[in-house]
């Protein structure tokens, strides 16, 4: 066999690898549509992984939201700091003018004042006591939770009558019954017609006239006219 020339096989060598090539330009594109397909597949697994956060997330909220809803006992309206209803509101406010009718007769009894004035402030003391009681008495069984706590203008009032003596602390008494019991009586003719509970609107029925009276002896007593006795 006839050996050809050194740079005769350099050449066909040449020839061959062009021919045969390692990696083709498919492969070439094929590996970069790999690579971009992973770049993708990376990014969109980030962008699913920031998606499914979120989601989760507002879903987690909205679960918060309703379970705080859905799972909060009902408010018993007689319970301690929430809404009062207006049975036990009707008792409260009933009970504080009691107890402050109670607490500036008293007062005047203290000063040892005219026979008048001592049935007047005697009468109040009893009724209103009485009145109390029973009241007491029936929110103790309907299981309401009440008070007698006076308000800022009773408290002022009671403050006032203590510094005063005489006349002007008779002034101060007359026109604080008169005030309170018209408050009073417009009180216990709302709860006589409208109350929820029948025990609460018997009372109030009950005890109108009592009240009624009280207000046109506060009226006579401020007047100057002779009040009668009870």
């Given at each position: 066999m006839k050996k050809l020339p050194l740079y005769t096989l350099f050449a066909l060598s040449l020839l061959g690898a062009c021919s045969n090539?390692?990696?083709?330009?498919?492969?070439?594109?094929?590996?970069?549509?790999g690579s971009q397909q992973d770049l993708a597949g990376g990014s969109g697994a980030q962008s699913?992984?920031?998606?499914?956060?979120?989601?989760?997330?507002?879903?987690?909220?909205?679960?918060?939201?309703?379970?705080g809803v859905d799972e909060r006992p009902a408010e018993d309206p007689n319970a301690p700091g929430?809404?009062?209803?207006?049975?036990?509101?009707?008792i409260n406010s009933a009970l504080a003018d009691g107890t402050f009718e109670i607490q500036i007769s008293q007062r005047i009894l203290a000063e040892k004042p005219s026979a008048?004035?001592?049935?007047?402030?005697?009468?109040?003391?009893?009724?209103?006591?009485?009145?109390?009681?029973?009241?007491?008495?029936?929110?103790?069984?309907?299981?309401?939770?009440?008070?007698?706590?006076?308000?800022?203008?009773?408290?002022?009032?009671?403050?006032?009558?203590?510094?005063?003596?005489?006349k002007p602390l008779h002034d101060l008494y007359a026109t604080s019954v008169v005030k309170g019991h018209e408050t009073a009586v417009t009180l216990f003719r709302t709860a006589a017609q409208s109350s929820d509970r029948a025990e609460?609107?018997?009372?109030?029925?009950?005890?109108?006239?009592?009240?009624?009276?009280?207000?046109?002896?506060?009226?006579?007593?401020?007047?100057?006219?002779?009040?009668?006795?009870?």
């Open positions: 090539p390692t990696t083709s330009a498919d492969d070439t594109n094929k590996t970069a549509a699913d992984s920031t998606s499914a956060t979120n989601v989760t997330g507002a879903a987690g909220e909205r679960a918060t939201d309703v379970s929430a809404a009062v209803t207006p049975d036990a509101n009707f008048e004035l001592k049935n007047f402030a005697d009468a109040m003391i009893r009724d209103h006591t009485k009145v109390g009681n029973e009241l007491r008495e029936i929110a103790k069984v309907q299981k309401m939770n009440i008070t007698d706590r006076l308000n800022r203008e009773q408290t002022g009032l009671l403050g006032r009558a203590e510094k005063l003596t005489g609460l609107k018997a009372f109030a029925t009950k005890t109108l006239p009592t009240l009624e009276m009280h207000l046109k002896m506060a009226r006579d007593l401020q007047a100057g006219r002779p009040v009668m006795k009870m």
